[in-house]
């Protein structure tokens, strides 16, 4: 999830004038926990697939801003943890309009080039369906911007991004498509239409997949939870899925790890559902929030990442979050530094091309609306330290003082 940087303040008095209101997004931990997985998805007398493995370290690395020019602030990272490998780049497209989809060229490229510098590497790129991205567009509008996806309207934006990917060098991105799919924040969600955005995201993928030299993998990435509606009712499809991955941070107030574990839709359920598929899974987006600074969870989320089939995990680094960016967080960042200083990471992999869709789509011409202009760059990027409090009630948002409104 995402705050607008101009939107900051205003989300700090957001939260002090809200803070006895109970957390959820949007059920309450009340609600949430008086579910059970069993109504929604029985699992009657099937015995569980297997989901422990045997303690590992998975390619990991960090969110710390979406230009180019905080690639070196990896760097800076990995040094901080002891010179680690910190072998995954994630950022994320602009959504807000349909230029931004098509990604910026120079943004783009030193990103790929960042990740053709070293085998082991691996760039993540979130990828918005629909634009804008956030702007409280009704449900009866976003059913209406699904229905148009799902006929083909906006292909020629997503061919044109797999064509810039594959000329930079970025053939073997992942994308996050259309990611917390399941929750209210975002332009993107299902819950208006889960049939129009199942079809659109097949739509999406069979047409970024139709480009020659292409070798994404394409990362279902829901909130932990039941949020807004449950994710599998927007599960797209194996065929057109290759990581089934989940943002998950310490919220709601007062939850334990072992809530995040076992809650309707949680970690528990994620990596049933993928090992049931043959995938593996992913955390595109963890960190602290709302629990404050606690080190349990942090000890707790390596833990489970290393013991479970994690193709990548990537903490979401600026206040109230992370740690190397965020100076409010002492305990959990020693907890954090403990577990990862010095890691070689792991061994690089090769993907191969994921398979073709089972139905070839031929991208349509799309009517484009006239883009507005694509942000600036920041003129001065986030510092360590810097703290950005998202308003309360929402799920936490990747951005930090300095870093572009989008993302």
Request: neutral net charge; charged residues 20%.
């Amino acid at each position: 999830m995402r705050i607008g940087r101009l939107t900051l303040a205003a989300a700090a008095l957001l939260l002090t004038a809200t803070a006895s209101v109970p957390a959820g997004t949007p059920l309450s931990r009340t609600e949430r926990h008086s579910l059970s997985s069993d109504a929604f998805e029985p699992r009657g007398a099937a015995s569980r697939p297997p989901v422990q493995r045997p303690e590992h370290e998975p390619p990991f690395g960090a969110f710390v801003g979406s230009w180019d020019d905080y690639i070196p602030r990896l760097g800076q990272y990995a040094h901080w943890l002891g010179n680690a490998n910190m072998q995954v780049g994630h950022t994320y497209l602009a959504g807000n309009g349909w230029a931004d989809i098509e990604g910026e060229p120079v943004v783009l490229g030193r990103w790929s080039q960042w990740r053709l510098a070293d085998p082991s590497r691996m760039l993540v790129l979130g990828v918005p369906m629909l634009v804008p991205g956030e702007a409280n567009v009704s449900d009866g509008e976003v059913s209406r911007l699904l229905a148009q996806g799902s006929r083909g309207d906006f292909d020629g934006h997503f061919l044109r991004l797999a064509r810039r990917l594959v000329g930079l060098g970025g053939s073997d991105t992942v994308i996050t498509l259309g990611w917390e799919m399941n929750g209210v924040t975002y332009t993107h969600r299902c819950k208006p239409d889960p049939a129009a955005w199942k079809a659109y995201w097949r739509r999406i993928v069979g047409v970024m997949r139709s480009v020659p030299g292409q070798r994404f993998r394409f990362d279902f990435a829901p909130s932990r939870g039941l949020d807004a509606i449950p994710w599998t009712t927007c599960y797209p499809g194996d065929d057109v899925v290759d990581i089934i991955g989940m943002d998950s941070y310490d919220q709601p107030a007062g939850s334990t790890f072992d809530d995040y574990v076992r809650e309707p839709y949680g970690l528990q359920d994620q990596v049933e559902f993928a090992a049931r598929r043959g995938k593996p899974v992913s955390y595109p987006e963890w960190g602290l929030f709302r629990n404050g600074d606690n080190p349990e969870f942090v000890r707790r989320m390596v833990d489970w990442m290393r013991t479970h089939d994690t193709a990548y995990q990537t903490v979401t680094d600026y206040c109230p979050h992370g740690f190397f960016q965020c100076r409010s967080n002492p305990r959990s960042t020693a907890a954090f530094k403990q577990l990862l200083s010095g890691s070689n990471g792991a061994p690089a992999v090769v993907p191969t091309a994921p398979p073709a869709p089972i139905v070839p789509v031929a991208p349509s011409t799309p009517a484009t609306p006239t883009p507005p202009t694509p942000p600036a760059a920041p003129s001065t990027p986030a510092v360590p330290g810097a703290t950005a409090s998202p308003p309360a009630g929402a799920s936490p948002s990747p951005s930090a003082a300095g870093t572009p409104s989008w993302r």
